[in-house]
């Protein structure tokens, strides 16, 4: 069993109306332990550069509070999810060290300049073509901007291919994939286990199972898990599978963090 999410949304993102209260008050109605609130700070947005950025000065004070109040009842980190692109090293380099964050997740959510989320990307390409290109920007990005402490959703394109996981092998991508997993745990980073997958219908989590069990493989430790979460049932989701399929993939413990440094819990 899972008891700690970390990877959620609250009205400090463009894309949720739900308040860090809301977000951690049904965390606790799912019997979590701990929670990492981790909004957006997509720096430079490409569809609109006013989109997705963090107000800084009401961020903190909000959380702090939130997490005094509930402290007898949850554990609440206050972190950060960057969105990547590899103009935004120097800017990530600055925001990172500018703030008291537990934890920051670093995801590509633009590849080539754009959203995949209106699927102008994957028009006039195969899914395979878009997916490929993601995986290498991934890689581009994580040497680029190295202030982070997870890698986000890896697969997270496959979400908004023409067909999704129909044209979707993660063995296709296995060269580039095997570079990014070896590159994360030489610089002693670590890859979430993002539940969102299933709630999107593609059947697994983020990565697929198959890409966490070869991070395991290759001598990778830290592991996030979380629901990506923008509403308060949306918390926790499929955790029911959470645990059965860390262990399958070769862990037995799971991570969390606090001054950005890891802690590990044990699967119970």
Not at 17 to 27: I, K, N, R, V, W
Not at 128 to 136: D, L, P, R, T, W
Request: glycine share 8%.
């Amino acid at each position: 069993m899972i008891t700690a999410d970390y990877h959620m949304h609250t009205d400090f993102s463009s894309d949720s109306d739900a308040s860090p209260e809301s977000m951690a008050q049904g965390a606790v109605g799912k019997g979590m332990k701990q929670i990492c609130i981790t909004d957006h700070q997509d720096w430079d947005y490409p569809e609109d550069p006013s989109q997705f950025r963090i107000d800084m000065e009401r961020y903190f004070p909000v959380l702090q509070k939130l997490r005094e109040k509930m402290k007898d009842q949850i554990l609440i980190g206050i972190g950060v999810e960057i969105g990547f692109q590899r103009h935004l090293g120097e800017y990530y380099r600055n925001f990172t060290a500018s703030y008291p964050f537990d934890f920051v997740i670093g995801s590509t959510h633009v590849v080539e300049g754009k959203d995949p989320y209106n699927g102008v990307l994957f028009e006039n390409r195969s899914d395979k073509e878009v997916y490929e290109q993601s995986f290498a920007e991934t890689w581009e990005n994580i040497r680029i901007i190295q202030d982070f402490d997870v890698l986000g959703h890896m697969d997270y394109i496959v979400r908004y291919g023409k067909h999704q996981a129909r044209d979707y092998d993660w063995k296709n991508y296995s060269d580039l994939i095997d570079e990014i997993l070896r590159w994360l745990i030489e610089h002693g980073k670590g890859i979430e286990m993002n539940m969102a997958g299933f709630k999107y219908g593609l059947g697994f989590c983020h990565p697929y199972p198959e890409i966490i069990r070869r991070y395991r493989e290759l001598g990778g430790e830290i592991i996030t898990v979380g629901s990506d979460a923008h509403r308060p049932e949306h918390i926790a989701f499929q955790y029911e599978d959470a645990g059965r399929i860390l262990e399958s993939c070769g862990f037995r413990y799971y991570t969390v963090f606090k001054d950005r440094k890891p802690e590990f819990l044990k699967i119970t």
